[in-house]
């Protein structure tokens, strides 16, 4: 009998890599809780001039760059990105729009024929414009179904907030919505 199986879309094989954006470190924990169900590299984004310590200095430099287009230089270089399938992109909601580092991440590699799947966090105002965003610059990739949960609420003075048990749950999440996706683990290889 000659049955032809359908073709997995994904295997166990694919070279994955979760790069993410955080300041106060909860979309760090995602990543991590990210890397340990699929494995992979685990890349930061970081600036060659990084944001102000002081909130609200850095809201207002946000929102300035936000407005102008602003894509902030980075310091972070990943010279193989063509060994990669898979990325998870993560970032937090900064002005209810794509933090402009992950803007010039985006713009700076070109992500033709990958599979993206983007995470988040923020303070309890929602993902705003980042996931069409990531969408809209990475034209040529596999947007997958992203994931979103509460972080911090930083001008609160809430920093991490994903530990202890909140993480607990925020892996029981992550591991749902991993199953969901058409990717498979590798068992943390
Ligand atoms: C500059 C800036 C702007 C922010 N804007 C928003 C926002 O528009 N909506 C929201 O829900 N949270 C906003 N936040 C809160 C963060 O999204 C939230 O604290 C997130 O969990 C931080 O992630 P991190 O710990 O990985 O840096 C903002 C935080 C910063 C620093």
Known sequence: Q???LPMPKFTGDQKILIV???RTNNTKAIAEIIRKNTGGD???IELLKPYP???KTTVAQVEHENETGYLPPLKTKIDSMGKYDVIFVGFPTWGMQLPPPMKSF???YNLSG???IPFNTNAGYGIGSTFQTVKSLC???KVLEGFTMKGGIERDGQLLVIKGDYQIQAEADVK???AKLPITSNNGR
Do not use: E, F, G, M
């Open 2 to 4: 000659n049955t032809t």
């Open 20 to 22: 993410y954006l955080s």
């Open 42 to 44: 685990v890349v930061a």
């Open 53 to 55: 310590q002081d909130y």
């Open 106 to 108: 985006l713009h700076q």
């Open 114 to 116: 990958k599979t993206i």
């Open 139 to 141: 034209p040529n990739s």
């Open 176 to 178: 749902k919505w991993l």
